[in-house]
């Protein structure tokens, strides 16, 4: 039993997301705009047709993010692809300009898809208010601002919790800062801060123990290359799948070498899809075609002709298909017996034709 009471099924703007409903699929947009508003919006379009329910911003900028300083603090040190940058350039480079958001929320009202965003401090908080976004995405470095996750989850909608960099204990508290305002509807995402992440480090094997200990729907925020490791998360139960899109990778940008490709993005959709059929639930129930197939199983049959009152041996009776005849477990038992009538090669044997 989970020692927390939420919502096993959380609903947001038209889905519900939940074990056995369909996968919610989240473009994660970040950087890959490139500072060019064209292009943010035919990333839209892209995890439109691509198949996507929803598109995610990150709504910050250089200066809510962190301070513009030159101390060694502020440079980026810790074997990523972006070792030797300044934080407050690197933010500078890949923040989604504010004046774009509504515009971009409201294009992706057009097309159908869900948008929402990263907070990052609580500007942003508002003016998400502001925009009616209908979720609050918590990235794994800001899942300790416990202040931040408290503000989020007073606003009544669901709360997506990244867990990147976070022990145990951290994951307790960004839920517990949730129930504490009232707020149930809370996901947590399997993920992995490294940019890309080592297939061997995924650990997917977690997500069934999350989503038991904490009662708690659960996903995978992805950041490795191609869509194996979000098929691998879908079958262990992950009722959401956050990735990258990009238009092209060779565009570069901060988050280009790690994203999918309009088409890859596609690919994993329908494979997503694909396994959600076939991964069905827990039954032994037999579809109406393997009832037919069942006609084509072995039984006993009469393989010589056999006459009345005669014994059944090995040489007139075996088990063969198709399956019209007595169960093959019954075989040892029927041997020495006597036939109640004559019987031809080629007859399944009957309960009545034992005498």
Same mark, same amino acid.
């Given at each position: 039993?989970?020692?927390?009471?939420?919502? #096993?099924?959380? *609903?947001?703007?038209? =889905?519900?997301?939940?074990?056995?409903?369909?996968?919610?699929?989240?473009?994660? @947009?970040?950087?890959? =705009?490139? $500072?060019?508003?064209?292009?943010?919006?035919? /990333?839209?379009?892209?995890?439109?047709?691509?198949?996507?329910?929803?598109?995610?911003? $990150?709504?910050?900028?250089?200066?809510?993010?962190?301070?513009?300083?030159? +101390?060694?603090?502020?440079?980026?040190?810790?074997?990523?692809?972006?070792?030797? @940058?300044?934080?407050?350039?690197?933010?500078?480079?890949?923040?989604?300009?504010?004046?774009? $958001? #509504?515009?971009?929320?409201?294009?992706?009202?057009?097309?159908?898809?869900?948008?929402?965003?990263?907070?990052?401090?609580?500007?942003?908080?508002?003016?998400?208010?502001?925009?009616?976004?209908?979720?609050?995405?918590?990235?794994?470095?800001?899942?300790?601002?416990?202040?931040?996750?408290?503000?989020?989850?007073?606003?009544?909608?669901?709360? &997506?919790?990244?867990?990147?960099?976070?022990?145990?204990?951290?994951?307790?508290?960004?839920?517990?800062?949730?129930? $504490?305002?009232?707020?149930?509807?809370?996901?947590?995402?399997?993920?992995?801060?490294?940019?890309?992440?080592?297939?061997?480090?995924?650990?997917?094997?977690? /997500?069934?123990? %999350?989503?038991?200990?904490?009662?708690?729907?659960?996903?995978?925020?992805?950041?490795?290359?191609?869509?194996?490791?979000?098929?691998?998360?879908?079958? %262990?139960?992950?009722? @959401?799948?956050?990735?990258?899109?990009?238009?092209?990778?060779?565009?570069?940008?901060?988050? *280009?070498?790690?994203? @999918?490709?309009?088409?890859?993005?596609?690919?994993?959709?329908?494979?997503?899809? &694909?396994?959600?059929?076939?991964?069905?639930?827990?039954?032994? +129930?037999?579809?109406?075609?393997?009832?037919?197939?069942?006609?084509?199983?072995?039984?006993?049959?009469?393989?010589?002709?056999?006459?009345? *009152?005669?014994?059944?041996?090995?040489?007139?009776?075996?088990? /063969?298909?198709?399956?019209?005849?007595? #169960?093959?477990?019954?075989?040892?038992?029927?041997? *020495?017996?006597?036939?109640?009538?004559?019987?031809?090669?080629?007859?399944?044997?009957?309960?009545?034709?034992?005498?």
């Amino acid at each position: 039993m989970s020692r927390y009471e939420l919502n #096993p099924e959380i *609903g947001l703007a038209g =889905h519900v997301i939940g074990r056995g409903r369909p996968v919610y699929i989240v473009a994660e @947009m970040s950087a890959n =705009h490139l $500072q060019d508003y064209d292009r943010a919006l035919r /990333i839209l379009h892209a995890a439109k047709e691509a198949g996507a329910d929803a598109v995610k911003l $990150q709504t910050y900028t250089a200066d809510t993010i962190t301070i513009d300083s030159e +101390k060694e603090y502020f440079r980026l040190k810790r074997g990523t692809i972006w070792d030797g @940058m300044n934080l407050h350039s690197l933010y500078r480079e890949a923040f989604t300009p504010w004046d774009w $958001q #509504p515009k971009l929320c409201e294009e992706a009202k057009k097309l159908g898809l869900d948008c929402f965003s990263s907070p990052f401090d609580p500007t942003a908080v508002e003016f998400m208010e502001e925009m009616g976004m209908p979720a609050y995405k918590i990235a794994s470095y800001e899942i300790t601002d416990i202040p931040l996750i408290r503000l989020c989850a007073s606003k009544g909608k669901p709360v &997506i919790l990244a867990t990147g960099i976070a022990l145990e204990e951290e994951i307790r508290a960004a839920i517990e800062a949730c129930l $504490q305002e009232g707020n149930r509807n809370v996901i947590l995402l399997k993920c992995v801060s490294a940019y890309p992440t080592p297939y061997e480090d995924v650990n997917l094997n977690t /997500i069934p123990y %999350l989503a038991e200990e904490y009662g708690v729907v659960c996903g995978l925020s992805d950041h490795t290359f191609g869509h194996a490791v979000a098929l691998g998360a879908v079958s %262990l139960g992950a009722c @959401m799948i956050e990735k990258h899109l990009t238009l092209a990778r060779a565009d570069g940008g901060p988050d *280009g070498s790690f994203s @999918m490709e309009p088409a890859e993005f596609a690919e994993m959709v329908k494979n997503v899809r &694909i396994l959600e059929k076939a991964l069905g639930e827990r039954s032994y +129930k037999l579809t109406d075609k393997q009832v037919t197939e069942r006609e084509g199983r072995r039984s006993l049959f009469v393989v010589a002709d056999i006459r009345k *009152g005669e014994s059944f041996t090995p040489e007139n009776i075996r088990s /063969i298909r198709p399956g019209y005849g007595l #169960p093959p477990a019954e075989y040892e038992e029927l041997l *020495g017996r006597h036939a109640a009538r004559d019987l031809e090669r080629g007859e399944p044997l009957k309960r009545e034709d034992l005498a």
